[in-house]
């Protein structure tokens, strides 16, 4: 309801059924900071839930948390690129040995184990690696969407402006 070109909205007092009306901005900030107000008989009121900045907070430190998460899932790939890398140049040794020399059959039992231990271990790190990728993009696509939809929603109630992928508070 509009009265004297100021917004109007109903509110309903959970103890005592009584209606009164009050300011949809003042209604917006309640809601906003979950501030608590009176009914006209006193009872106290106030929207339960998070606040717009808890949630955004959340957001953040989630964000936050996944690319931790990120960065130790890539410093354990490269670990283990790394051991792939030695297991390699150890197979190029015995490889080299069997060239100069005709080796035995022992020898060559060896050369086989390594390749195979080499073969199971890249596909243990192409494994390791597709999944963390997919993990964390999943996880950062959620965490963006969650951010991108408070920002838009405290954008709409006037509190920040959005411009450039900065956000900034609306000064009153």
Not at 67 to 85: D, F, G, M, P, Y
Not at 97 to 115: A, C, E, M, R
Not at 132 to 156: A, P, Q, V
Request: with cysteine.
């Amino acid at each position: 309801m509009v009265y004297d070109n100021v917004e109007l909205v109903r509110e309903t007092c959970c103890k005592c059924n009584v209606q009164f009306w009050i300011t949809g901005e003042h209604q917006n900030r309640l809601v906003a900071t979950k501030e608590k107000f009176h009914c006209p008989k006193g009872h106290g009121q106030s929207y339960g839930g998070k606040s717009d900045r808890q949630k955004l907070n959340e957001a953040n430190s989630s964000l936050f948390n996944l690319r931790n998460a990120n960065h130790k899932k890539q410093t354990e790939i490269s670990n283990l690129k790394e051991e792939l890398k030695k297991k390699e140049s150890e197979m190029k040794e015995c490889l080299k040995k069997k060239s100069k020399k005709k080796s035995s059959k022992k020898k060559s039992l060896t050369i086989v184990k390594l390749t195979k231990q080499q073969f199971e271990i890249m596909d243990i790190v192409r494994k390791r690696e597709f999944a963390t990728r997919n993990f964390l993009s999943t996880m950062l696509k959620k965490s963006k969407s969650t951010i991108d939809t408070h920002l838009r929603n405290l954008e709409k109630k006037k509190i920040i402006t959005y411009e450039k992928g900065v956000a900034k508070k609306v000064k009153k």
